[in-house]
């Protein structure tokens, strides 16, 4: 946004009703000048429509899948190559959209930007954007596609033993597409990506819109693959430990080694590093201070969706402008919310039960 622009914003919050002339009169432009300011200010989306109403308050960005969650979980200890008794469950999915609804939930602003299909979980993913509060007007929507689904197998103890992504659909949000949404990228206080996206899509965002701040979920090895060449324009990534080391090329076995492959990713242009080590803890690293958290005993009714919680608790940190360790420990504490519950998210996610949470963490330490 220009200093112009910056100005005539300031000038419509106190009247949206200005009328162009009053407003040329009080900066002492032309009409048209104005008239010419106030369209790109539209165009950028800093004001929503007629009566120059303005946009209200900063938002997080996310660009990423959304899905269908079939989960299977064993009565017993899981056996191979056989029909197991359990149970089997349909939730909302996809990291793009679990991220997104997390900070939601944590009293983060966001938009979505994601593609689905016009089928029944289509249209249930839509309704429950609008129930919670998650803007998802700028996804995209396809008349006859099938929405993606991710189907996964817990072991008896409640990780994740295998799961199939069918997530075809996420190729169909093409760099045309997302040049349409150029505006809503560049107002957005950051951005989240997850590698469900098409490497084109990917360097496209980062390489266009290098002035951004872009927090990246690695999702999984093959996927992180995909965004090695230009992993260095992401501001933030959180891989696990064998994501960290297949992007770096450097074994980890210790916290040397730990710092080794942080050192290689600052030197590619990251800033801030998290290695997710599961019930080991997170290493973090900003290339000044890093550290290595080891969380207390947590009582796991399901981890599928701590990385998602994870992520989303980085993100309240870095929007209440915390250091990278105190973003750590929120991010943690988010994720032993989501441990605690059977669903992807949990529902009780709330900005006050995580800063419960963090005393607990706290108080342990």
Known sequence: MTNREQEILEILKQNPLISQNELADQLGITRSSAAVHITNLMKKGH??????IVRDGAYVCVIGGSNIDI????????????????????????VGRNIAENMVKLGL???????IGDDLYGQKILEEARQIGLDMQDTLVLKGEQTSTYLSILDETKDMAVAISHMDICD??????IKSKKHIIENAEFCVIDTNLSPDVLKYILNTHKEQKFLLDTVSTAKAMKIKEVIGLCHTI???LIEAQSLSGIEIKDEKDMLSAAAYFHGLGVSNVFIS????????SDGKVSGMLKPPTVKVVSATGAGDAFLAGIALGYAQGEDIKSATLMAM???FIALEHEDTINPYMSEELLLEKLKEINHVK
């Open 277 to 284: 080590m599961g019930k080991d803890g997170v290493f973090y």
């Open 172 to 177: 169909r949000m093409t760099v045309e597409f």
């Open 109 to 115: 602003k966001t938009k979505l930007i994601s593609v």
């Open 238 to 240: 959180k891989p696990n």
């Open 71 to 94: 989960q299977g979980v064993p009565n017993n200890t899981l056996i191979f190559r056989d029909s197991n008794i359990g149970s089997v469950k349909s939730t909302l999915g996809g």
């Open 47 to 52: 004001i929503l429509g007629k009566g120059y």
């Open 333 to 335: 504490a988010a994720s």
